[in-house]
């Protein structure tokens, strides 16, 4: 039974940092009724700049203030680039030049730091420890906490503040919200620099353990069956898909993996997602869409 | 502030707009808005009223549209290159056509993001919501329902009562009758004569409900394929023949079937 709960634990562990990415999308969709391609590009560019910086020998607090800054450019960037001339433009026109966005940050950040794998050290150790007969990995519990204090406080910040209220009336009717005032061009700067602060966070901690590399960008698959889970418009619902979906990937793969040869934790999540939109399209905690009949 | 005259509240000079660069929708309008009057801009459908408010508003950009030709005025002060959010703060705050409410907001919630530029204090937005449910007493009772699932009437007042939370001194009110019960609308336009005479806002009231927008108006402008055609007092209008015979459908003998209707009568168009 202890063995079960290990497992379980550990999945758990790992499906937060799932939903730390799929936090980052989560807000874009929020504010602007797009799934955010580039947000996998997003975390590799902040964690390749925070990294590069970091080898340069700058202070640690240093490179994240400057790192931070960088992704608050890049917002401001991508706002007056990319989403200015495209505004109340269909839904898969931003789409595509999200898709747009993700190739020049990956070709940008890579011409700017190089193609090399870096080594990430945030100075938590990596090494399990006994908690009540069950091995658990100290940096899991540390990850865990940061996700959890930053979906606690954007949560509020949604649903509490006057930005979070407009952030919300913006992703249901942005002409609506022109005309009562809320500046646009402001509050997706605010999103892009919240989902660039996301991915900054989900950047260093999948790089301290896999190494900052391009392969970074493919962890945001994984946020996808988070997302079908949770609901694309909830902020909590990432963090339930999350745990959901990593504590069952890892379930499935000790429990079930056996009988069918192994390594379905690569598929599983999936599958599992795709199960759950025939049950439920808009997830567990999404918005229903609202249609007048 | 600078001096204008009173009559010059709102004013529109001559504005010419166009769609993509090439639609030509507004072929020089002018109108006025008195302080404290409330004007109907009547018409059929793509004669131009929406457009028009639109422009005023300045929310055209997102629709690739462009005012090419000609000025706003707002109190004496030139407005066509001002951003929304700036005119809201100017106190000039559009309710579009089909309410447009946040669906996924709760009616309060509705209300709120309409204080979004006002920064005198969370006590002074609270008594502006109270004022506001004083005006609209269902949306009291509706408050923290979905907008998206509340009926029509209820969206259409709950869109009024988010442009009354900034403070606004004119309304751009567009179709507020449109999918509206016959009962709805009087109820709503009730309260936008209340508000014209209670909280001194001034109206310019895109319609295509002629017979109730010129009950209650003051004063009426009638555009076709974006001309302004005739203006004059709401009494004059009603009473105007022509208007008689297009708009509300009437004659000199009352009432009378659409079968009856010359159409190649109905045809005639007003030159400017």
């Known amino acids: 039974m202890s063995f079960f709960f290990e497992v379980l634990i550990s999945g758990l562990l790992a499906g937060v940092m799932?939903?730390?990415?799929?936090?980052?999308?989560?807000?874009?969709?929020?504010?602007?009724?797009?799934?955010?391609?580039?947000?996998?590009?997003?975390?590799?560019?902040?964690?390749?700049?925070?990294?590069?910086?970091?080898?340069?020998?700058?202070?640690?607090?240093?490179?994240?203030?400057?790192?931070?800054?960088?992704?608050?450019?890049?917002?401001?960037?991508?706002?007056?680039?990319?989403?200015?001339?495209?505004?109340?433009?269909p839904q898969i026109t931003l789409f595509m030049a999200t898709i747009g966005v993700s190739f020049?940050?990956?070709?940008?950040?890579?011409?700017?730091?190089?193609?090399?794998?870096?080594?990430?050290?945030?100075?938590?150790?990596?090494?399990?420890?006994?908690?009540?007969?069950?091995?658990?990995?100290?940096?899991?519990?540390?990850?865990?906490?940061?996700?959890?204090?930053?979906?606690?406080?954007?949560?509020?910040?949604?649903?509490?503040?006057?930005?979070?209220?407009?952030?919300r009336a913006v992703a249901d009717d942005h002409q609506a919200a022109l005309t009562v005032g809320i500046p646009l061009q402001t509050i997706w700067v605010i999103v892009w620099s919240v989902a660039g602060?996301?991915?900054?966070?989900?950047?260093?901690?999948?790089?301290?353990?896999?190494?900052?590399?391009?392969?970074?960008?493919?962890?945001?698959?994984?946020?996808?069956?988070?997302?079908?889970?949770?609901?694309?418009t909830s902020v909590p619902g990432a963090i339930v898909g999350g745990l959901i979906i990593g504590g069952s990937e890892k379930l499935a793969e000790v429990y079930v993996g056996p009988y069918v040869g192994?390594?379905?934790?690569?598929?599983?999540?999936?599958?599992?997602?795709?199960?759950?939109?025939?049950?439920?399209?808009?997830?567990?905690f999404g918005e229903k869409r609202i249609e007048r009949v | 502030m600078s001096e204008?005259?009173?009559?010059?509240?709102?004013?529109?000079?001559?504005?010419?707009?166009?769609?993509?660069h090439v639609i030509l929708v507004l072929k020089g309008v002018s109108l006025d808005v008195p302080e404290g009057g409330i004007v109907a801009?009547?018409?059929?459908?793509?004669?131009?009223?929406?457009?028009?408010?639109?422009?005023?508003?300045?929310?055209?950009?997102?629709?690739?549209?462009?005012?090419?030709?000609?000025?706003?005025?707002?109190?004496?002060?030139?407005?066509?290159?001002?951003?929304?959010?700036?005119?809201?703060?100017?106190?000039?705050?559009?309710?579009?056509?089909?309410?447009?409410c946040f669906a996924h907001l709760t009616v309060e919630e509705n209300l709120l993001t309409g204080a979004y530029t006002r920064t005198d204090g969370r006590a002074a937005i609270k008594a502006s919501l109270e004022k506001v449910y004083d005006y609209f007493p269902r949306l009291r009772t509706r408050r923290s329902s979905i907008a998206g699932y509340t009926s029509g009437g209820e969206q259409q007042m709950t869109a009024i009562g988010r442009a009354l939370m900034a403070n606004p001194t004119m309304i751009l009110l567009d179709e507020p009758s449109m999918g509206l019960a016959p009962q709805i609308v009087e109820e709503i336009f009730e309260i936008v004569k209340d508000l014209n005479s209670k909280e001194k806002?001034?109206?310019?009231?895109?319609?295509?409900?002629?017979?109730?927008?010129?009950r209650y108006a003051d004063y009426g402008y009638i555009l076709e394929n974006?001309?302004?055609?005739m203006d004059g007092d709401a009494k004059s209008l009603s009473e105007n023949e022509d208007v008689k015979e297009f708009y509300l459908g009437l004659n000199k003998t009352g009432r009378k079937s659409f079968r009856d209707v010359k159409h190649y009568r109905r045809r005639k168009r007003w030159l400017a």
């Open chain 1, 18 to 89: 799932y939903s730390l990415v799929a936090l980052g999308f989560v807000l874009i969709y929020k504010a602007s009724g797009v799934l955010n391609f580039a947000q996998g590009s997003m975390v590799l560019f902040a964690a390749l700049t925070f990294v590069s910086l970091l080898e340069k020998g700058w202070n640690f607090w240093a490179v994240l203030v400057v790192t931070l800054l960088a992704m608050l450019v890049l917002a401001i960037v991508i706002e007056r680039v990319v989403l200015r001339p495209l505004v109340n433009q």
């Open chain 1, 104 to 167: 020049f940050l990956e070709g940008f950040a890579q011409a700017l730091w190089g193609t090399e794998v870096h080594g990430l050290e945030l100075g938590i150790p990596d090494k399990p420890f006994e908690f009540m007969g069950m091995m658990i990995s100290q940096f899991d519990i540390v990850a865990a906490g940061l996700s959890g204090v930053l979906v606690a406080s954007l949560a509020l910040f949604f649903s509490k503040t006057r930005i979070g209220r407009a952030l």
């Open chain 1, 197 to 232: 602060l996301v991915a900054l966070v989900a950047g260093l901690l999948w790089g301290s353990r896999l190494g900052v590399q391009f392969s970074l960008t493919l962890i945001t698959l994984k946020a996808l069956p988070v997302l079908i889970l949770g609901g694309f």
């Open chain 1, 262 to 284: 192994g390594a379905i934790e690569d598929w599983f999540p999936y599958m599992f997602a795709m199960l759950f939109l025939l049950v439920r399209p808009e997830g567990l």
């Open chain 2, 4 to 20: 204008y005259n009173s009559s010059l509240f709102l004013s529109i000079n001559n504005i010419e707009v166009i769609y993509d």
């Open chain 2, 41 to 100: 801009l009547l018409g059929a459908n793509g004669a131009g009223k929406t457009t028009t408010l639109k422009a005023v508003s300045n929310v055209l950009g997102v629709e690739r549209g462009d005012v090419t030709k000609g000025s706003i005025s707002f109190k004496g002060e030139r407005i066509d290159q001002l951003n929304p959010a700036e005119l809201v703060k100017r106190g000039v705050v559009q309710v579009m056509e089909g309410r447009h």
């Open chain 2, 201 to 214: 806002v001034s109206f310019l009231l895109a319609e295509q409900n002629t017979i109730v927008a010129l």
């Open chain 2, 226 to 229: 974006g001309r302004v055609v």
